[in-house]
């Protein structure tokens, strides 16, 4: 696993070095995750990964925010808020026209949470990827989503660009697209409810 952190991270970098980014800083935030059964994880501009892990009392939010020039790194955060069992984490970038900058500012980040917990992630562009976690649904408008070992069921909204790929399910999946990417899907124990061009011949 660690190695395929790494290797998004890497792949991070590459993005960097080939869009208009400049200026980088850190951010983070964590909530204890005591209580908690659902996490809603709100992605911007950027990549995001999500993993569950057994061996963690917290839910952490760690990233990098990159802009073409420094000044936009201000408000590019990661807000971690809480209300009653659900741990809300928001990734704060602005919107920016690309005026003489190809590409605006983004966050990519990880959050690492327990594994017993229910996700909920809403993504506006960058690649998803989700992991051993108790159930999954998410909305997505762009970007390749990957999502694999899940104990309950898996839900996506898809309405955009980029492929689907989901495996070790659990219950059941199910797939709403007016996507023209591709999607994979292997091993869901549960049933498979997916749009007419995608099931398999």
Not at 116 to 145: E, F, H, K, M, Q
């Amino acid at each position: 696993m660690h190695a395929f952190l790494f290797a998004l991270a890497t792949l991070g970098a590459v993005d960097w070095f080939g869009s208009d980014c400049q200026e980088f800083v850190p951010r983070s935030a964590v909530q204890p995750a005591a209580g908690v059964t659902r996490v809603v994880v709100i992605g911007r501009a950027g990549f995001l990964h999500i993993e569950g892990r057994n061996d963690v009392s917290e839910i952490r939010a760690s990233g990098t925010a990159c802009a073409p020039i420094e000044h936009l790194l201000v408000a590019i955060l990661l807000k971690a808020t809480r209300s009653g069992s659900t741990v809300t984490i928001e990734a704060m970038v602005p919107n920016q026209d690309g005026g003489r900058f190809e590409s605006g500012p983004k966050l990519d980040f990880t959050v690492t949470l327990p594994s017993g917990i229910d996700v909920y992630v809403a993504d506006t562009s960058g690649d998803l990827t989700i992991s051993n976690v108790r159930s999954a649904s998410v909305s997505d408008t762009s970007g390749d989503i990957r999502i694999e070992r899940v104990r309950g069921s898996v839900t996506i909204d898809e309405d955009g660009s980029g492929s689907v790929d989901v495996s070790d399910v659990g219950g059941d999946f199910t797939l709403r697209s007016k996507s023209s990417g591709s999607v994979d899907y292997h091993r869901v124990a549960g049933h498979v409810s997916i749009p007419d061009r995608y099931r398999r011949k």
